[in-house]
């Protein structure tokens, strides 16, 4: 598969779209995706340990970057955490793995979801949008027979739009299936 396809999609047919729409006079003001994050919360990792390790494979596999685990901050007794305790997994993605993930989550992965009619289209208010996914096995890259417990994740779009108009008509060129209102 050729990584670059979505950022020569991008280059060639997305900025000058975006540039028109807006009204932009030079091509460094289109807004960019700077990165995609996924973060999986894993609470329940506090009585099992394995939890954090198999998620950490999981979303390595996913995104073919090596995911980190988060830890917890502070002590909170009435859930038995204790600082410095892995409660999470995450991963950064910037550049070509960005795309690539990208286009496989456009392509492959939302189509795969049950009564999939599209996702939510609220944005935070800065430019950035965050998508729940409730099941990690929606990945073709994930083995359903070795997974042994569901767990969701988000998974961010970091862009550089300086309004949640701009982001919005940047992913929608960039094939997220938006719900129509």
């Not at 950490?56 to 596999?61: F, G, K, P, R, Y």
């Amino acid at each position: 598969m050729n990584t670059a396809n979505l950022k020569q999609d991008y280059k060639e047919r997305i900025v000058p779209n975006l540039m028109k729409e807006f009204g932009y006079t030079s091509v460094m003001q289109v807004p960019r995706l700077e990165k995609i994050v996924l973060n999986q919360g894993l609470g329940i990792a506090v009585s099992d340990k394995k939890i954090i390790d198999a998620a950490i494979n999981e979303l390595t596999a996913i995104t073919g970057q090596k995911a980190v685990a988060t830890l917890s901050k502070k002590d909170i007794s009435n859930f038995k955490v204790r600082k410095k305790m892995p409660i999470g997994v995450r991963v950064t993605l910037r550049g070509e793995r960005m795309y690539e993930f990208l286009e496989r989550l456009i392509r492959v992965a939302l189509p795969r979801i049950r009564d999939f009619k599209g996702i939510n289209n609220k944005l935070d208010g800065h430019g950035n949008y965050t998508l729940g996914i409730t099941e990690q096995i929606i990945f073709p890259e994930v083995n359903i027979d070795a997974v042994n417990r569901i767990m969701g994740m988000n998974i961010t779009f970091v862009t550089t739009a300086r309004s949640d108009e701009e982001a919005f008509a940047l992913l929608k060129e960039f094939g997220l299936p938006f719900k129509k209102n």
